[in-house]
């Protein structure tokens, strides 16, 4: 039986959310160079794929945080994902955005928080983590408890686990780079050779340059 992290990297890989180009990588924001890119917003668009991840999400928080009193979405990949979990829930709702509004309250929270509640936050993507934990700052800053962070997909690299500790937050993912890597493999989606490549990127990203 497939197990949730092999399912998921399977829809994730057939609709496109996940992109392999070993050979013509992508750049990100960053300036790093990439063969993976990432889009998850476009599981939205696909009801089957939308729902298991929806499914997904809600139970491992029931298996994990229990205690959750409040849903927050990191804009604005998981804005969506979030109020879907919520709404299955029955629990109250608020995203993050990535900076305060630029006129009337600045609001950096949109929604009700209130003080002392036990959040968890829904992420779509972790790389270095950076991003997500300025969202677990900004609920803990308006006075709310981060229970944990439940994320869709990560890159797993070594400087978000760290980032992460240091930050006293548990992190769950549906599924992960070397899971997505085997499903890959297996589906010929990439060969032998693009799995060394994409190995190699994984372990020093922020200096890998493709082969010529």
């Known amino acids: 039986m497939k197990n949730v992290a092999r399912l998921l990297a399977e829809k994730l890989l057939k609709i496109n959310a996940l992109k392999l180009q070993p050979a013509n990588p992508?750049?990100?924001?960053?300036?790093?160079?990439?063969?993976?890119y990432t889009d998850n917003r476009r599981t939205l668009s696909y009801p089957e794929v939308r729902s298991f991840i929806k499914i997904e999400l809600t139970r491992m928080i029931l298996e994990n945080f229990p205690e959750a009193e409040a849903i927050a979405g990191v804009a604005t990949g998981a804005i969506a994902q979030g109020a879907l979990v919520a709404d299955m829930l029955n629990l109250p709702y608020v995203y993050v955005r990535s900076s305060p509004k630029d006129h009337g309250l600045e609001n950096l929270i949109e929604g009700d928080l209130r003080q002392g509640q036990k959040v968890v936050v829904i992420e779509d993507l972790v790389s270095t983590g950076?991003?997500?934990?300025?969202a677990v700052e900004a609920v803990r800053n308006a006075g709310g408890e981060v229970a944990g962070m439940l994320a869709l997909f990560t890159y797993g690299f070594p400087v978000a686990e760290k980032n992460f500790a240091e930050a006293g937050v548990k992190l769950h993912t549906l599924s992960d780079y070397n899971t997505m890597?085997?499903?890959a493999l297996e589906t010929d989606y990439i060969c032998e050779n693009d799995l060394e490549t994409l190995r190699r990127w994984r372990n020093d990203p922020a200096t890998w340059v493709p082969e010529r």
């Open 130 to 134: 950076k991003s997500s934990l300025k």
């Open 26 to 36: 992508f750049v990100w924001a960053s300036g790093w160079n990439s063969p993976i």
């Open 181 to 183: 890597l085997e499903v």
